[in-house]
């Protein structure tokens, strides 16, 4: 009977020390911004044609609503989402505060195929695009409002203001 009882008791503990280390890893990465890898480069001779991923997400985010020649902030949400609310609070004030910048909100529910392609894994998550339709920054949560005005300063050098 001890050693069921010692056994319940370490697993509680282990239990207890793994759902603390989950918290403390979403809550660092919550809203954090993340550099989105470059998609691979063609083969040699496959040309840079409407097939490669690039140009499909370009598409895609223009489709959406994203500007080319301005800086788009992209946040995909729900109807029921809480920091959905409190994402596109922080995002009016940066597309408010920062000239060249432009806020697209998107119904996750309404356009799955977008979610798919553009690995949106919940809500809210918003993705930063560049002039040239690029996607170069993502973010799973609430952004920190002086974070993202940092990271998009050095993109608008190429927005049309």
Partial sequence: MRDQT???????????????CFGWWRRRRDGRLRSVAPAP???AGA?????????AHRALLA???ARS???TLVQFSSAVCAPCRAARRV???????????????????????????LDVWRTPT????DP??????RASGVPVRDELVAAVAPLLAGADR
């Fill in 47 to 55: 040309g840079t044609g409407p097939g490669t991923p690039q140009d």
């Fill in 132 to 137: 040239a339709g690029r996607v170069v920054l």
């Fill in 69 to 71: 020649g301005a800086v």
């Fill in 6 to 20: 010692l056994t319940g008791v370490l697993l509680v503990v282990g239990v207890l020390g793994l759902a603390t």
């Fill in 41 to 43: 480069a063609p083969a």
């Fill in 63 to 65: 489709r959406l609503g």
């Fill in 91 to 117: 995002l009016e004030q940066v597309e408010a505060a920062v000239p060249g910048v432009v806020l697209v909100e998107v119904d996750a529910e309404q356009h799955l195929d977008a979610v798919r392609e």
């Fill in 126 to 129: 918003v993705l930063v695009v």
